[in-house]
């Protein structure tokens, strides 16, 4: 998956909820989220993976499709 994919996978799940609430509940800097969004982050682990989709309330293959 392209990291502009995700970016826009992961930033239409946020919806209108903040970055920095989504990062306090995924438990990952805002500022690591932020670089993910803006498609700086080439592969992010599964872990963090993980983190964002259980945040999200998703499963890890929604943010992969």
């Not at 803006?38 to 592969?43: L, S, V, W, Y």
């Amino acid at each position: 998956m392209s990291p502009k994919r995700l970016a826009t996978v992961i930033s239409k799940l946020r919806g209108r909820e903040t970055q920095e609430a989504l990062a306090k509940r995924a438990k990952v800097s805002r500022s690591y989220l932020a670089a993910i969004e803006a498609g700086h982050k080439r592969n992010p682990s599964l872990v963090i993976l993980q983190k964002l989709a259980k945040a999200l309330g998703v499963p890890v293959a929604k943010l992969l499709a």
